[in-house]
């Protein structure tokens, strides 16, 4: 297999487990192997360098069933947050959110027109 190629499915196995986890949180990484067919190596792994990365943290919140308590993973929501911004013909609308999608600030900015393009990005970064 090519590296490209290998690379390509490695970040597409990581995406389907982050977007189980965030989906199903808190759950375990035997219910993330058998949910999404992935081989409990492949997801492993890749679990374990999500938590690497920040994004997803451990829990010990599973229920025991017989044997050991499962670690359980969910989404680290404070751990990196997402801008948004919707630019229209009058106003320009900001928004910050974690991971979870929670808006922590919003920012509204009225536009004078006319505009020109360095006062419509100045208005932008001041958003």
């Given at each position: 297999?090519?590296?490209?190629?290998?690379?390509?499915m490695?970040?597409?196995?990581k995406s389907?487990?982050?977007?189980?986890?965030?989906t199903?949180a808190?759950?375990?990484?035997?219910?993330?192997?058998?949910?999404?067919?992935?081989?409990?190596?492949t997801?492993?792994?890749?679990v374990k360098?999500?938590?690497e990365?920040g994004?997803?943290?451990?829990?010990e919140?599973?229920?025991l069933?017989?044997?050991?308590k499962?670690?359980?993973s969910?989404?680290?929501?404070?751990?990196f947050?997402?801008?948004?911004?919707?630019?229209?013909?009058e106003?320009?609308?900001c928004?910050?959110?974690?991971?979870s999608?929670?808006?922590?600030?919003?920012?509204s900015i009225?536009?004078?027109?006319?505009?020109?393009?360095?006062?419509?990005?100045s208005?932008?970064?001041?958003?």
């Amino acid at each position: 297999m090519r590296q490209g190629t290998s690379q390509w499915m490695k970040s597409v196995n990581k995406s389907t487990i982050l977007n189980k986890i965030r989906t199903n949180a808190p759950i375990s990484r035997a219910e993330i192997a058998k949910e999404t067919k992935l081989t409990p190596p492949t997801m492993s792994s890749n679990v374990k360098e999500l938590i690497e990365q920040g994004l997803v943290k451990k829990s010990e919140l599973g229920v025991l069933q017989g044997g050991r308590k499962p670690t359980m993973s969910l989404i680290n929501q404070k751990a990196f947050y997402v801008i948004g911004v919707d630019a229209g013909p009058e106003k320009i609308e900001c928004i910050l959110s974690d991971l979870s999608g929670t808006i922590t600030e919003r920012n509204s900015i009225r536009l004078t027109t006319p505009i020109t393009n360095e006062q419509f990005l100045s208005t932008l970064k001041d958003g």
